[in-house]
Nanobody, 121 residues
Framework: QVQLVESGGGLVQPGGSLRLSCGAS????????MGWYRQAPGKDRDLVAA???????IYADSVKGRFTISRDNAKNTVYLQMNSLKHEDTAVYSC???????????????WGQGTQVTVSS
C-alpha cells in the first residue's frame, strides 16, 4: 500500500544541476528517515544522502558540498538538489524511506523504482 515515486532524473552536462523528488503515498502513519541511494553499472548501491525527520543530514564524501538533501514532511516528500554534476555521478538514483503504516507495529524500509541520472558531455 506504500509507494515511493521518484522524478527529476535525466541527461545533464558536467557542471549542471538536477533536482530529484520522491513522494511517498499510501497507508502512511509517519516517516522516520528518508534517503537517496545510487547504483552505477557494475558497482554497489551506495548511500548518497539521508535525512531524519528532525532534519539531521548525512552525505557521502563524494557529494559533500555539491548535493543537498531536504524534505517536506507535510508532503511526505524528499528532495535531492544536485549541483556541479560530474560524470562519476551517473547512476540510477533510488529513494528510500523508513515508514510506519500505523501507530502499532514497526517501521519498514520502502524503495522507489529509481530514476536515471546521466552526466555526459
Amino acid at each position: 500500500q506504500v509507494q515511493l515515486v521518484e522524478s527529476g532524473g535525466g541527461l545533464v552536462q558536467p557542471g549542471g544541476s538536477l533536482r530529484l523528488s520522491c513522494g511517498a503515498s499510501g497507508s502512511i502513519f509517519d516517516i522516520n528517515a528518508m534517503g537517496w541511494y545510487r547504483q552505477a553499472p557494475g558497482k554497489d548501491r551506495d548511500l548518497v544522502a539521508a535525512i531524519t525527520s528532525g532534519g539531521n543530514t548525512i552525505y557521502a564524501d563524494s557529494v559533500k558540498g555539491r548535493f543537498t538533501i531536504s524534505r517536506d514532511n507535510a508532503k511526505n516528500t524528499v528532495y535531492l538538489q544536485m549541483n556541479s554534476l560530474k560524470h562519476e555521478d551517473t547512476a540510477v538514483y533510488s529513494c528510500s524511506a523508513n515508514i510506519r503504516t500505523g501507530y502499532y507495529g514497526p517501521y519498514h524500509i520502502y524503495w522507489g523504482q529509481g530514476t536515471q541520472v546521466t552526466v555526459s558531455s
